[in-house]
Structure formats: structure tokens, C-alpha cells
């Protein structure tokens, strides 16, 4: 029977293919995506508050230098494909970087499926929002013969920006405050969380609904290589996890990290870094084809990958 929160995706992609006219309050995606980022912070700030930091160094290690490589390892690929080299980059570091979406599902998916996972998986989301990014970005001014991007406003955007400061400030909350401190807060930060991920996943599947349109205008090879690359990097992260030695689920959920692509982060720090890439094509990829089929097939496979490498 699958999740009720990925039925709340379909029943918003599904009602933007008939056209109807549900839609949600203007501001109410802002809010529930600030919601989500900051609570998956602090569950795994509490955690972290538990864990021996020289045990996690190898984790910290391993989730920045995978979210670094992944663009090094797409570049070839897209380039190879018929892409410029702007939009390669691009792609690149929409890949590279994280979905926090995609992983909060995943862990409802290991939740329900009573599978263990590491408690302080959020830590990962945090280290591997912006690796994929500063190297995407490095690719393209390296490649590139015009003039280089401003590397100061870029950093701010890219390592202050309201996904990683709110997942990482969540994380130091959640840490500094420990499980007794942010025990009266349960009640805003933890039992609603499931509830709030429905509805963000109802706005985002109105969202994907109305640009599934664009998926044609950028033919075949888009198809392919937002379809392909999940899987490809599924198996990178998977491997990373295993190496690690972490649990089946923790794997599993490594494995999802790799194989999502950034909507949020990602399009803000590319269109900053590299203005002559064609964003849409881009948000196309991640939100309109890979983010769906993360949801509804991806998750589901990566689990299997990691109870077969386990």
C-alpha cells in the first residue's frame, strides 16, 4: 500500500492535469518549507547531541567529497549529450546538491517500512546542500572564457542561504538544547511533521503538474538523463554507505541523497553563478521528472539496493 504523503503528491499532480483550480494560499509554500527544513534539523541536532563527534568524522568526509564529485562525474555525461557547457553546470550542481523533500520521504517511507536508519541522517542533508554547488559553479567559470561570477556574494548565497542556514541552525539548536530541552517543543517540531510534509507535497505535485508540459519542449535526451542519473547515483551513494558501514536504511537513505536533485538551493545559487544557463531546463529535470520518480519508484529501489549490498 504506498504512503499517504506521496497519494497527496499524486492528488496535486493529478489535479493540475484536469485543470482544476485547486491551489493553495499564496505565502503557504514559504512557510511550510521553512517548517520543514528547520524541523529535520533540529531531530537531527538532538541526535548528534548523542553521537561521539570523532565517530561521525568519516560521515562529514564522505558527505562532502560525494556531493562535490557528483558534478565532476555529470559533466562528461551531459556534455556528451548536446548540452552547452552553462547548462551542463548547471545541471550539474542541481545534481549534486540535495532534495530535503525527497529525504524527509524517505525516511517516512523507512518509518513505515520498520527499517532502522541512523537518527542523525539529517546531518548528511546538511553537509551535501552546497559541495555540489560551489563545484558546479567551479566548473563553469573554469570552462568557461568570460568574466568570473562574484565569488563573495556567491559564497553568501550558496553557504547562507535559507536552506542550508535553516537546516544547519536546526542542527545546532537541536544539539545545543539536547533531547531534554527540546522535548516541549515535540508538539510543534514532531508529532505535525507528517501532516505538513501532505500538504507540501500536495503544492508540489500542483507545481510539477504544471510544467510537465516543458518536458517535451526539451526532448528525448533530458528524458534520459534525469531518468538515468538517479539511478546511476543511487548506486554511488549506496556504495558510500556501505563503505561507511552503516545500517540497511541508513544506506538506503544515502543512496536516496545521491540520487535526488535540488529545486530549492540549486536554481537561486545557478542563477547567480551561471545567468547564461538556461534555468528552466534545469528545474524541469529535478522537480518534473527526477523528484517524481524518486517519490513514486526511486525510494522503493533504493531500499532493495541497500538490503542486497547489506
Known amino acids: 500500500m504506498p504512503d499517504a504523503i506521496v497519494l497527496f503528491f499524486l ?19 514559504d512557510m511550510l518549507s521553512f517548517y520543514l527544513l528547520l524541523a529535520i534539523g533540529l531531530k537531527g541536532g538532538v541526535e548528534l547531541s548523542r553521537q561521539p563527534m570523532a565517530e561521525l568524522a568519516p560521515q562529514v568526509l564522505a558527505c562532502i567529497g560525494l556531493g562535490a564529485a557528483i558534478p565532476f562525474a555529470l559533466l562528461p555525461l551531459l556534455r556528451r549529450l ?26 517516512a517511507y523507512l518509518l513505515k517500512a520498520g527499517v532502522f536508519f541512523e537518527a542523525h541522517a539529517a546531518l548528511w542533508v546538511a553537509l551535501m546542500e552546497a559541495p555540489g554547488l560551489v563545484a ?51 508538539a510543534v517540531f514532531v508529532d505535525p511533521f507528517k501532516g505538513v510534509l501532505a500538504l507540501f507535497l500536495l503544492e508540489l505535485g500542483l507545481v510539477v503538474g504544471s510544467r510537465l508540459g516543458e518536458v517535451r519542449r526539451f526532448g528525448p535526451r533530458l528524458l534520459v538523463f534525469a531518468l538515468g542519473a538517479p539511478l546511476l ?28 536533485a535540488s529545486y530549492i538551493a540549486a536554481p537561486t545559487a545557478m542563477r547567480i553563478a551561471v545567468p547564461e544557463a538556461n534555468a528552466a531546463l534545469s528545474i524541469t529535470a529535478a522537480l518534473a521528472i527526477t523528484f517524481p520518480f524518486n517519490l513514486v519508484l526511486g525510494i522503493p529501489l533504493y531500499l532493495a539496493l541497500a538490503q542486497f549490498l547489506n
Open 11 to 29: 492528488l496535486g499532480l493529478a489535479a493540475r492535469l484536469v485543470r482544476s483550480e485547486l491551489r493553495l494560499p499564496d505565502g503557504l509554500y
Open 82 to 107: 548536446g548540452f552547452s557547457l552553462a547548462d551542463s553546470a548547471s545541471l550539474a550542481g542541481h545534481y549534486g546538491s540535495v532534495s530535503v523533500v525527497t529525504f524527509a520521504v524517505a525516511c
Open 136 to 186: 558546479a559553479i567551479f566548473l563553469a567559470r573554469w570552462g568557461a572564457k568570460g568574466p568570473g561570477a562574484d565569488w563573495k556574494k556567491l559564497a553568501h548565497d550558496v553557504f547562507l542561504g535559507k536552506s542550508v542556514l535553516l537546516l544547519a541552525g536546526g542542527l545546532l539548536i537541536g544539539a545545543a538544547a539536547g533531547e531534554a530541552g527540546m522535548a516541549p517543543l515535540n
Open 233 to 260: 547515483l543511487a548506486v554511488a551513494g549506496a556504495l558510500t554507505g556501505k563503505l561507511l558501514g552503516l545500517s540497511v536504511g541508513g544506506t538506503a537513505l544515502m543512496a536516496t541523497l545521491a540520487a535526488s
